[in-house]
Nanobody, 117 residues
């Protein structure tokens, strides 16, 4: 089992930037896939970005070109750099991990991001 703790959320003006961090309780090099989801008010949780086998990154169309997912194996931390933020990016952001291809998904507790217009 792996534990995930997000941080870095907050209030930012449109056009600004934030970097979310996800502290991981084990060596992230041992984790098959990690990613970020978000949940907008009154909506289903949606996928934002993922990194698989420490190399392959994918992004939702809504964030492509603005968000960057990365991992630091020395710090066992996953990041989400968010630039050019828009009010519609306002959501609770969740870190997630799949330790193996058939493993159940693990979630963090979430961190609130609010983008004001």
């Amino acid at each position: 089992q792996v534990q995930l703790v997000e941080s870095g959320g907050g209030l930012v003006q449109a056009g600004g930037s934030l970097r979310l961090s996800c502290a991981v309780s084990r060596n992230i090099f041992q984790i098959y896939s990690m990613g970020w989801y978000r949940q907008l008010p009154g909506k289903e949780r949606e996928w934002v970005a993922s990194i698989t086998s420490h190399t392959y990154t994918n992004y939702a169309d809504s964030v492509k070109g603005r968000f960057t997912i990365s991992g630091d194996t020395a710090k066992n931390t996953l990041y989400l750099q968010m630039n050019s933020l828009k009010p519609e990016d306002t959501a609770v952001y969740y870190c997630t991990a799949l330790t193996g291809q058939s493993s159940p998904r693990t979630w963090g507790q979430g961190t609130q991001v609010t983008v004001s217009s």
